[in-house]
């Protein structure tokens, strides 16, 4: 079964840097894109940034110049490094990533996973 776990929130003042980890676990055989995710309250989830398995990358324009994403495939490990943080980056922060892996009863499987959500605070 896949997991994929989160680390790295937390609270931070506004200009401040934090860095999110996720990794994935699990009878994996391959993993595709991975992303970050966020939903602040009474807002919808939206995408915060994107990597390829290649390393290709794309942003949320509210955060470009300010978040790096970045990825370890021996590792299995997706990273977030967010820097200038801002009041409005206050969210749950969400893990997601495209896995080939085995799926008990079913074999291989290219599935959508999800963690289980880190919060980020930035406030003073």
């Known amino acids: 079964q896949v997991q994929l776990v989160e680390s790295g929130g937390g609270l931070v003042q506004p200009g401040g840097s934090l860095r999110l980890s996720c990794s994935a676990s699990?009878?994996?055989?391959?993993?595709?894109?991975m992303g970050w995710y966020r939903q602040a309250p009474g807002k919808p989830r939206e995408l915060v940034a994107h990597?390829?398995?290649?390393?290709?990358?794309n942003y949320a324009n509210s955060v470009k110049g300010r978040f790096i994403i970045s990825r370890d495939n021996a590792k299995n490990t997706v990273y977030l490094q967010m820097n200038s943080l801002k009041a409005e980056d206050t969210a749950v922060y969400y893990c997601?990533?495209?896995?080939?892996?085995?799926?008990?009863?079913?074999?291989?499987?290219?599935?959508?996973?999800w963690g289980q959500g880190t919060q980020v605070t930035v406030s003073s």
């Open positions: 997601n990533a495209d896995i080939l892996a085995l799926r008990v009863g079913v074999g291989p499987s290219k599935d959508d996973y």
């Open positions: 990597i390829t398995s290649g390393s290709s990358t």
């Open positions: 699990g009878s994996i055989f391959s993993i595709y894109a």
